[in-house]
């Protein structure tokens, strides 16, 4: 990991930008981190919108959570802002694009092939930062994620050992086989759904929540629609964090 540049947007919050094998990424730590006192660190998914375009948003739940004590860290996605193009997801990205402007519906197969892809290639991704910025001084655990793509994190929270909670949005679409992980998940769940989202299979999301295998799990549904996600959800989202994240 290398970090490219640093700035302190106020006196509680140090923001450093990094590249780690070509991918690059943010890390938010709060002043009270230390090497004696290191902080737990939050995981900050986000949609394969670009880093650039998404930064504004992430940087300011960064500083939320800071002022919970918590160290925030997200990457650049796959095929995402200048990182190279994947093939597999254009040709993902074309046939929705296509099978939306033939006014049909999106079957299972587009969605595997435009979401499968993503997710094989950006779940490592966020495996081998989270190494890395474990090695850090002033950062550990325990580690949640929040946010971003829905299967991202359902197969990051199924295979990382190290992820100790997570919140999930859902709003994106889910792969068959997204089912099927989220029977192995069993890490305390906290799922934010926008009833009235337009992009969002509603029926779909209450079928994943109830496939999960976590003792706890809790969703917390808003009317709205996709961008409209109530103040007091992400209020009660960071309440769930901080209970399952402090040591």
């Known amino acids: 990991m290398r970090f490219t540049s640093e700035q302190r947007p106020d006196d509680d919050v140090l923001e450093r930008d990094f590249t780690l094998d070509g991918i690059p990424g943010v890390l938010w730590t709060p002043a009270s981190a230390t090497a004696g006192t290191p902080a737990p660190l939050l995981l900050l998914g986000h949609p394969p919108l670009g880093l650039a375009r998404m930064r504004p948003r992430l940087a300011a739940r960064a500083r939320h959570a800071a002022a919970d004590g918590f160290a925030s860290a997200t990457i650049e996605l796959p095929g995402s802002g200048e990182r190279p193009r994947v093939p597999a997801l254009d040709l993902g990205r074309a046939e929705l694009r296509r099978a939306m402007e033939a006014g049909e519906p999106i079957g299972p197969e587009v969605i595997d092939a435009l979401v499968l892809p993503l997710v094989d290639r950006a779940v490592p991704e966020w495996r081998a930062a989270l190494d890395a910025l474990l090695a ?7 580690v949640g994620y929040s946010g971003g793509v829905m299967s991202i994190g ?46 969002n299979d ?22 709205g629609g996709h961008t409209g996600v109530p103040e007091h959800a992400g209020e009660a989202a960071a309440r769930f964090l901080a209970r399952h994240l402090k040591k």
């Open 154 to 199: 359902v197969r990051l929270a199924a295979v990382e050992p190290r992820i100790a909670a997570a919140v999930l949005f859902a709003g994106s679409l889910l792969p068959r086989a997204t089912f099927e992980e989220a029977r192995r998940v069993t890490v305390p769940l906290h799922v934010l759904l926008q009833w009235d989202d337009e992009g």
């Open 136 to 142: 850090l001084p002033g950062l550990g655990g325990p």
């Open 202 to 223: 509603r029926q779909a999301s209450l079928e994943l929540f109830d496939a999960f295998a976590s003792a706890e799990k809790s969703l917390n549904a808003n009317m």
